[in-house]
């Protein structure tokens, strides 16, 4: 039987779960960036905190796409 947490580890990098997540985050990441950030970013005035602070607001909804989605595929799998 194969360890479990390598079996996510290798979905998760998967091209098809990265690309999804990818696509999510992106969408996700701005409008989020935007309602948080957005008057820091048309002033372009932006400290590393804020920079740290708009990378995690895209991190979030990769990380949370990427969870879903291998969830999804092992629950998919075991039905099978």
């Known amino acids: 039987m194969s360890d479990p947490s390598t ?3 290798t979905l ?3 091209n098809k779960v990265v690309f999804s997540a990818l696509k999510v985050s992106i969408i996700v990441g701005t409008l989020l960036a935007m309602i948080n950030h ?3 970013l048309l ?3 932006l400290s590393g905190e804020k920079i740290t ?3 995690l607001t895209y991190l979030v909804p990769y990380c949370v796409s ?3 989605s291998v969830k999804a595929i092992q629950g998919h799998q075991k039905q099978n």
Do not use: P
Request: hydrophobic fraction near 40%; glycine fraction near 6%.
């Open 12 to 14: 998760a990098l998967s």
């Open 43 to 45: 002033e372009m005035n």
């Open 53 to 55: 602070q708009i990378l």
């Open 38 to 40: 957005g008057s820091t």
């Open 7 to 9: 079996k996510f580890i």
């Open 66 to 68: 990427t969870y879903s």
